[in-house]
């Protein structure tokens, strides 16, 4: 049976200044979340624990921290998370979908192909800052591209925060590169479009075997995609969390993740002349002198305005959702109230 002491597993002060001596004792990480059920690593093994009474699993991410009850049947309560991976869940549903907890580092992972997106790696990168993670682009395939090292300039161009590194998937040194992100107890989150190479690079940190498969030749991208998140020990002492590939990632509740990752558009905006400036054609509009002047892309500019806009939208519609299902609740437990009243 496969055994991690608590700092093996990424156990910190953060975590142990949450709980007492009695109950670090039976504190587990989240390795994997079921329908109906919880699997934990922790000092006596792995383990399988229902959730808490009342409480879905949809409340609890690969990589939590919990305590556990004695009888190790189940889980107590979840401790506070260090850094938070979610988005609003896909679909018309106005609900937040937990991706990860307690994640170092997030590597995004892209491709020197058709499938590399300024856009959707601005969008990965707000993430990231509003999560609290360090952001790492990953660029696969750069053996199968003429200039592997434009598509890591053009990455580290669009945020301070950013560092960016070319490899091989497939070549074991390659994969090597990414050990400093994924030691000593520290955990690093994959993310990024089905195809692109996440798997194989779950499989070199790890020495797993997922079934990948081929590169389509039609539109660059590969037939396999992760189903489910696991959280793995690297070959580095480490932990890996594999996503499944994700089509829409709806960002809400981080616009100083986005303000962060735009953090030239945001520096600009503190000098235009009006505070509620909307950088289009207001007089004295610091960021349109700077397009003006070919300091800023006003494609730049766009994008930014367009994150901001979705990330209000989808954060106003979950405090909406949340607010209903708020009243909807004190209506019932009001209603049954009464029906006990009268049957007294």
């Known amino acids: 049976m496969t055994q991690y002491s608590l700092p093996d597993l990424g156990w910190s002060a953060y975590f142990r200044a949450q709980v007492s001596p009695d109950d670090a004792a039976r504190a587990v990480r989240i390795t994997s979340v079921a329908r109906d059920r919880l699997f934990v690593s922790g000092p006596d093994g792995n383990l399988t624990l229902l959730p808490p009474p009342k409480t879905s699993t949809a409340a609890f991410a690969v990589g939590d921290w919990g305590i556990m009850t004695a009888d190790q049947q189940r889980l107590e309560r979840v401790l506070e998370r260090q850094t938070t991976l979610s988005r609003r869940a896909a679909g018309t549903s106005a609900e937040t979908q937990l991706i990860a907890a307690n994640v170092d580092t997030l590597g995004i ?29 990953i660029l ?146 610091a960021v349109q002198e700077a397009i003006a002047q070919g300091t800023l892309s006003p494609d730049r500019l766009v994008r930014w305005n367009k994150l901001l806009r979705e990330d209000a939208h989808n954060s106003a519609a979950l405090h909406e959702a949340r607010a209903k299902d708020k009243a909807f609740g004190k209506m019932v437990r009001s209603v049954m109230q009464e029906k006990r009243r009268r049957n007294r």
């Open 109 to 137: 992972v892209t491709s020197c192909n058709a499938d590399f997106n300024q856009a959707r790696l601005e969008r990965y990168l707000a993430l990231a800052s509003g999560a609290g993670c360090l952001p790492l682009v």
């Open 140 to 285: 696969t395939k750069a053996d199968l591209c003429e200039n592997a090292r434009e598509y890591v300039r053009q990455a580290e161009r669009l945020s301070p925060l950013v560092t960016a590194l070319a490899l091989n998937a497939q070549a074991p040194d390659d994969v090597a590169r990414l050990a400093p992100w994924c030691r000593n107890g520290q955990t690093l989150a994959l993310v990024g479009s089905s195809g692109v190479g996440k798997s194989t690079i779950s499989n070199g940190l790890t020495q797993a075997h997922l079934a990948t498969q081929g590169i389509r030749e039609d539109d660059a991208k590969g037939r396999h995609t992760t189903t489910a998140r696991g959280l793995f020990r690297t070959v580095h002492g480490g932990w890996l969390i594999d996503t499944p590939g994700m089509r829409a990632l709806r960002l809400a509740g981080t616009a100083d993740g986005i303000d962060a990752v735009f953090d030239d558009i945001a520096q600009l905006a503190r000098n235009c002349r009006f505070s509620d400036c909307q950088h289009d054609s207001e007089p004295g509009c």
